[in-house]
């Protein structure tokens, strides 16, 4: 039989995908997935989300890996191990004691049980890894020298180095030594997973519908920072994916406030820019099933997504739902009244993967197309495409996007 691993991108069970792709390296069918959850279905309507029940599942199903360790005892190791990276080295109050327990028995070792990688390894490693006390210690040189010694020699392995790739270290308030050997404060930035230089490609994409705040300013000078430390390109883009907002005004006064602030951006765009090729892309995921029409009052489809219910267009056919996209491309009296959805997953935890909307029907006129368009995009759906299309290499989000993440990366996948 085979098995399928689906790895949650923004709240990643980190041992349990250590242990699929180290399983899968053995020659074992096991396939792995980023998606909205963290979840292994072994058929007859069984499943785990749990981190460590997917581990000890796909320990015991292959136990020729020897992810479980050989004996009773080691097993029993295994458990111990396990425990304590859930219990004593995630909490900040007993890290420093339980690093220090660590620190003793890695003494002689280069695993923590027997003489290779078990589960232990990797629910040990991803406490460390996912804890920024551990990045400030390794940072200050202050970190325990057998643990150090540990987690560089896993994280040089396969199957950690593809984990970095998924979740990347996280960001350290300590200070970095140069290369010179002097240590210097170096703030609060985080390493680019995959960055190269000469090849970093970022972005600064305000609404042109106010003043610049603190938080602009911070996201503009960020991304500035890594375009110029990795000589890269760093795009200038105005979202002006709503007509009832933009203002050219509020354009001329941004980029006045960015010149001011020291930035100089290489590339200049608006979303608008990308319309034609937004819109078709909309259409291909109405025709492919992927998204619907939708008529529902705001305030229903409101409870009907708290509710976790279909839509009752979402049966519609293919058909049907081009027929009310054209009504919306006219702008017409019922056209206006419609909205595109993605067909994503009403049953999902998070609200935002719900069948959020993608397209709106607006007929004010567009400070920069005036009124070709009647069918505008949303941010979420337009950000993903533009990105892309734009080749940008590192998108910076601010956190009130986290939720959002699994749809961008949906709007990505689905096209």
């Known amino acids: 039989m085979s098995y399928k691993v689906v790895i949650q991108k923004d709240r990643p069970a980190l041992a349990a995908y250590l242990s699929a792709l180290y399983v899968k390296s053995r020659g074992k069918t096991v396939t792995t997935e980023i998606g909205n959850s963290n979840s292994l279905d072994v058929g007859g309507n069984v499943s785990f989300t749990s981190n460590f029940s997917i581990c000890r599942f796909l320990a015991r199903t292959f136990p020729d890996v020897g992810l479980q360790g050989e004996s009773v005892l080691q097993k029993t190791e295994v458990d111990h191990w396990m425990t304590f990276a859930t219990g004593h080295l995630s909490c900040a109050n007993e890290f420093s004691a339980a690093l220090q327990y660590l620190e003793e028995r890695l003494t ?31 940072a200050r040189d202050a970190a325990p020298v057998n643990v150090t010694r540990y987690f560089r020699f896993l994280s040089d392995q396969e199957p950690f180095k593809s984990a970095l790739i998924v979740v990347p270290k996280p960001q350290t308030q300590g200070k970095k030594k140069s290369e010179t050997g002097v240590k210097k404060d170096e703030g609060k930035f985080v390493d680019l997973p995959g960055a190269e230089i000469g090849k970093v490609v970022v972005r600064f994409p305000p609404e042109a519908s106010g003043f610049l705040h603190i ?74 099933g992927k998204a619907y029409a939708d008529n529902t009052d705001p305030e229903t489809m409101k409870k009907e997504r708290e509710e976790r219910a279909n839509s009752k267009n979402r049966a519609n056919s293919v058909e049907k739902n081009l027929k009310m996209w054209e009504e919306m491309k006219k702008g017409s ?18 609200g935002c993967m719900r069948d959020p909307t993608f397209f709106r029907c607006k007929t004010e006129p567009h400070v920069k197309t005036g009124t070709k368009y009647k069918v505008y995009p949303t941010y979420d759906f337009a950000c993903p495409i533009v990105d892309s299309v734009e080749g940008v290499t590192h998108a910076l989000r601010t956190t009130e996007y986290h939720d959002r993440d699994c749809q961008y990366f949906w709007i990505i996948d689905a096209l």
Not at 110 to 121: E, M, Q, S
Not at 229 to 235: E, N, S, V
Not at 333 to 350: A, H, L, P
């Open 215 to 288: 938080g602009h300013a911070k996201a503009a000078l960020l991304n500035y920072h890594y375009a110029q430390l990795f000589k890269g390109k760093l795009i200038m883009r105005f979202d002006d994916t709503n007509p009832a907002k933009e203002d050219a005004d509020f354009e001329r006064v941004i980029l006045e406030d960015v010149a001011m602030l020291g930035i100089k951006y290489d590339i200049f765009s608006h979303t608008s820019d990308h319309f034609d090729l937004i819109l078709s892309l909309g259409e291909k995921l109405i025709r492919q």
């Open 333 to 350: 009296t019922v056209g206006k009244t419609y909205c595109i959805r993605g067909m994503i997953e009403m049953q999902s935890d998070n």
């Open 108 to 138: 002689l070792v280069t695993f923590l049980v027997g003489h290779g990688l078990t589960v232990a390894d990797f629910a040990v490693w991803e406490a460390l890894h996912v804890n920024k006390l551990w990045y400030d210690l390794m």
